[in-house]
């Protein structure tokens, strides 16, 4: 599997695959998955194993604020 617009990879695991797009995540969920190949210049990754499922999700990281905190 290759994909394409990735800006880093947060997890890569045997049963799941975290990478990171532009405010979005996709997680890739199977069995023997490796990445083979990434590219951050390039903003591509291989994944070769058996794939599952491929979701995507919005990216809710938020950062600490002493602004937000009190609002």
Same mark, same amino acid.
Request: charged share 10%; aromatic share 0%.
């Given at each position: 599997m290759s994909l394409?617009?990735?800006k880093k990879v947060r997890t890569a695991e045997p049963h799941q695959v975290v990478a990171q797009l532009? @405010?979005?995540l996709v997680i890739i969920t199977?069995?023997?998955l490796?990445?083979?190949n990434l590219s951050i210049a390039n903003e591509t990754l291989d994944?070769? @194993?058996t794939v599952n499922s491929i979701r995507y999700t919005q990216n809710?990281?938020?950062k600490f604020s002493i602004k937000n905190m009190f609002k």
């Open positions: 394409t617009g990735i532009d @405010g979005t199977g069995q023997n490796s990445v083979q994944i070769a @194993g809710h990281t938020r």
